[in-house]
T-cell receptor, first 114, second 113 residues
């Protein structure tokens, strides 16, 4: 599995934007970039995913570099409920139908200050 | 649908005892995954099923660990002769083909004393 590198921790203030970086210099052409987050005492939850183009959903935006060797998860206005560990994961779409298993790294611990 | 359900939520057992955990995935999700997570680490993949077939097992999964998914619905993870190093959160996730989102349960926290 291709490897991702994330900062161990980041801090933000409430209602400010947060940019969480992820490096994946060995990404292959068929790797999708997934982001999950894990709130305290919860299982991970899906945030967003993309392949080449930038993506937006109700939770966040995903900005993917043109060479795909890095990506950034953007939380537009951080809230206290966004304090979590954020994981950047690469996963392939096998046979065009199923995404592969998720291989988690250590993620980035996001602290949000009131 | 109430999401992925795991039981029990907590289990304390003595070293050497056997334990079994259950995971009920979201209905009609054909893929089911087991992970283990220790404090301060990301979840580690253990094994996964497509329907009732166990398609992949991690090298982390020693002979003391066994997982089943009879009839392709719920799954069980059994640990025989538990050791203190087995203490961890055991997470289950499910997803369906063509959809990237995997849904995780809240996990079973195992403490081996």
């Amino acid at each position: 599995d291709a490897k991702t590198t994330q900062p161990n921790s980041m801090e933000s203030n409430e209602e400010e934007p947060v940019h969480l970086p992820c490096n994946h210099s060995t990404i292959s052409g068929t790797d999708y970039i997934h982001w999950y987050r894990q709130l305290p005492s919860q299982g991970p939850e899906y945030v967003i995913h993309g392949l080449t183009s930038n993506v937006n959903n109700r939770m966040a935006s995903l900005a993917i570099a043109e060479d795909r060797k890095s990506s950034t998860l953007i939380l537009h206005r951080a809230t206290l409920r966004d304090a979590a560990v954020y994981y950047c994961i690469l996963s392939q779409l096998a046979g065009g139908t199923s995404y592969g298993k998720l291989t988690f790294g250590q993620g980035t611990i996001l602290t949000v200050h009131p | 649908d109430t999401g992925v359900s795991q039981n029990p939520r907590h289990k304390i057992t003595k070293r050497g005892q056997n334990v079994t955990f259950r995971c009920d995935p979201i209905s009609e999700h054909n893929r089911l995954y087991w992970y283990r997570q220790t404090l301060g680490q990301g979840p580690e993949f253990l094994t996964y099923f497509q329907n009732e077939a166990q398609l992949e097992k991690s090298r982390l999964l020693s002979d003391r660990f066994s997982a089943e998914r009879p009839k392709g619905s719920f799954s069980t993870l059994e640990i025989q002769r538990t050791e203190q190093g087995d203490s961890a959160m055991y997470l289950c996730a499910s997803r369906t083909d063509g959809v990237p989102e995997a849904f995780f349960g809240q996990g079973t926290r195992l403490t081996v004393v």
